[in-house]
């Protein structure tokens, strides 16, 4: 990717050729393979917990509302974080709480009751809150505005990454019984996973405070940029309120439907395994990476908005078909609304806080906390499946994309005096 010339600031105002972003962006992009790799992990874990610890889809729900609950209310915290001490001690400080949260997870997995994951997987979360809020915003002012979402579209892809990697690692060592029992057991196994992970985490913290990381000038990106209304208050800005309920809103499809894939899987594919589907999570990751590469060079000629509402519209289809429950369709289709998720947050966030000026950093701060999202479609999703089967929880996510192809087609112009 090609990083703009525009020169950043350091917080005593000396310039910094753009050319010297590179580095910079390359250690906040590598940032997103972090939490990418502890989301996959996640929806692994929901259905391993279902089959060892004997809990119901719903109950289960609650590893994600423990991890997007931390974003829900440590989002704004984190933005206060940030404002007051820059984005490198922001980035080091969720490092450091990720590792802690992963390391929790051996005493968890030593209890071998759920309620200690949850506790854990919320510290973890937690870290990684901090981490996303800074990560986010960083990548959104290191470089041209009108590139914001080119360039979080590319951060995110290796976000992707990181979630591919995660259902990989754990269907090959939780859901593999050899594996299992060479690590020692399934306690065993949990704990030299999130061990390494930790372990992983600190040395890339010790990393990202030894680097130079510049604090770019919000000035550079204050400015209004054509079709912008006029500098006011967040509360009357209508294309960014529109812009995080949006995010909610698709979060809460995501998770929903992270959570509950490998039951949706093994219950409309006859003789698929939990494994198995595990590595069609994997897959699935695939084609969100894909799309993700996709669509930063589909960006380059394709307005932000359309496609958004194009990819919105898609997945109300695809998301359709999941819930009429056919056989291998239905999982197929759930694959391949992966592909179609891909652009969706980089893509809303960079509309909803685009034109902001100085209120940018709290404008993403709300908008990472939009990501707690994440708890409202789990537990319903979940209930709906034990009573009706997962097909029919589907529908929830269906509606979400709705909203999505909405904020696409109208809800990013609101507000604005010009087409964007």
């Known amino acids: 990717m090609v990083i703009e010339t525009d020169a950043a600031h350091t917080p005593g105002g000396l310039a910094v050729p753009g ?144 979630v591919f990697f995660g259902p990989l690692i754990g269907g090959a060592v939780f859901f593999s019984p050899t594996t299992t029992a060479a690590l020692g057991g399934a306690t065993r196994s949990i704990q030299i996973v999130y061990g390494l992970i930790a372990i992983g985490v600190v040395a890339f913290a010790i990393a990202v405070w030894r680097a130079r990381l510049p604090e770019t000038g919000l000035s550079d990106h204050g400015d209004a940029m054509p079709g912008d209304a006029p500098a006011k208050p967040l509360s009357r800005q209508p294309h960014f309120i529109a812009g995080v309920i949006t995010q909610a809103l698709y979060i809460g499809a995501q998770v929903g439907i992270g959570a509950y894939f490998l039951n949706l899987a093994t219950q409309n594919w006859e003789g698929l395994t939990s494994q198995q589907a595990a590595f069609m999570l994997s897959l699935a990751a695939i084609g969100y990476l894909v799309g993700r590469f996709a669509a930063t060079g589909l960006l380059l000629k394709v307005r932000p908005r359309v496609l958004l509402t194009t990819y919105g519209v898609i997945n109300v289809v695809l998301t359709l078909i999941v819930a009429a429950g056919i056989e291998k369709v239905s999982p197929i289709a759930l694959v391949a609304v992966f592909f179609f998720m891909s652009t969706m947050f980089a893509t809303t966030f960079a509309l909803g806080t685009t034109g902001l000026g100085a209120s940018t950093k709290r404008a993403s701060s709300l908008m990472v906390m939009a990501i707690g999202g994440g708890v409202l479609l789990p537990w319903p999703m979940g209930k709906i499946a034990d009573l009706y089967g997962a097909n029919v929880a589907f529908l929830l996510p269906a509606a979400c994309f709705a909203v999505v192809a909405w904020y696409g087609w109208k809800g990013a112009g609101l507000g604005r005096r010009e087409a964007i």
């Open 19 to 162: 050319g010297s972003l590179k580095g910079p962006l390359a250690f906040a992009i590598a940032c997103f393979l972090i939490w990418g790799l502890a989301y996959g992990l996640l929806d692994v874990l929901n259905k391993h917990f279902q089959e060892t610890l004997s809990i119901s889809q719903a109950d289960s729900a609650w590893l994600q509302i423990a991890y997007f609950g931390a974003y829900l209310l440590l989002s704004f915290p984190a933005g206060m974080l940030l404002h007051a001490r820059g984005y490198k001690v922001g980035i080091v400080t969720g490092l450091v709480v990720t590792a802690v949260g992963a390391l929790l997870f051996i005493p968890a997995a030593a209890a071998g009751a759920f309620v200690p994951f949850v506790g854990s997987m919320f510290v973890l979360a937690a870290g990684l809150c901090v981490l996303e809020t800074s990560a986010d915003t960083y990548v959104n002012v290191l470089g041209d505005p009108a590139r914001a979402s080119q360039r979080l579209n590319l951060a995110q892809s290796f976000n992707a990454l990181g």
